[in-house]
């Protein structure tokens, strides 16, 4: 069953929402008994979320995770250029949020006329544990309308979400690699070929054998 969940398809933005909602859920309720219980101090609410998230990819198979990678190490797998593009300008942080911490790194790229493109890494390490979930949200997207298209591909034998509008010609495409980064392409002006193009300049092995790599703590950043 485990082989099952790590091969999901489902968009992911889509997921992590939901896990996030379930597990503000699951806080909210124990600070509730808490309040009750006249003795008990109230959790924090950062690390009674990241706690179930935690626990939640414990119980799901995952691996616990990591301090996520520096943000410096994702900028640098981000290309130089693309094809028919220069590299206009680029950024990055390592950040907390209700307890789940991440890093990422962005670019973006600029053609002619209003031609660009943005290419994102996010390791989202403090909901690794949890990706399989995916696999109980609605597989296979294929919708089309006179607007665009969405729909799940698989390229270079790793599946991605795809989508299209055709309306400034925004295209996307999304992978989660090593059920840990998430990486987005994100194109207004181009085709989804020059969307694909910019995907394959990723080195997306690379970024893979990172998996097990972990960042730099808190403590020792200080």
């Given at each position: 069953m485990l082989s099952h969940l790590h091969n999901s398809r489902a968009p992911r933005r889509v997921l992590l929402a939901a896990c996030l909602a379930l597990a503000a859920?699951?806080?909210?309720?124990?600070?509730?008994?808490?309040?009750?219980?006249?003795?008990?101090?109230?959790?924090?609410?950062?690390?009674?979320?990241?706690?179930?998230?935690?626990?939640?990819?414990?119980?799901?198979?995952?691996?616990?995770p990591v301090a996520p990678v520096d943000f410096h190490s994702l900028q640098a797998l981000l290309p130089a250029s693309l094809p028919g593009m220069k590299r206009a300008n680029g950024g990055g942080s390592n950040s907390q949020s209700m307890g789940v911490k991440s890093s990422t790194a962005h670019a973006q790229y600029r053609g002619a006329g209003n031609q660009s493109i943005q290419v994102s890494i996010t390791d989202l390490t403090g909901v690794a544990g949890v990706m399989g979930m995916s696999n109980i949200l609605p597989k296979d997207t294929d919708s089309e309308s006179d607007d665009g298209y969405e729909k799940d591909v698989t390229v270079?034998?790793?599946?991605?979400?795809?989508?299209?509008?055709?309306?400034?010609?925004?295209?996307?495409?999304?992978v989660i690699?090593?059920?840990?980064?998430?990486?987005?392409?994100?194109?207004?002006?181009?085709?989804?070929?020059?969307?694909?193009?910019?995907?394959?300049?990723?080195?997306?092995t690379k970024l893979e054998?990172?998996?097990?790599?972990?960042?730099?703590?808190q403590a020792a950043q200080k």
């Open positions: 859920l699951g806080t909210a309720h124990a600070q509730q008994g808490n309040s009750t219980s006249g003795n008990a101090a109230t959790p924090n609410l950062g690390d009674a979320l990241g706690g179930f998230l935690n626990s939640m990819g414990a119980a799901m198979g995952g691996s616990q270079g034998g790793r599946p991605m979400h795809e989508k299209f509008t055709k309306a400034g010609q925004q295209g996307s495409l999304q690699v090593g059920k840990r980064f998430e990486v987005d392409v994100d194109g207004t002006g181009v085709s989804m070929e020059a969307v694909h193009a910019a995907m394959g300049q990723m080195d997306l054998s990172m998996k097990s790599q972990s960042g730099p703590t």
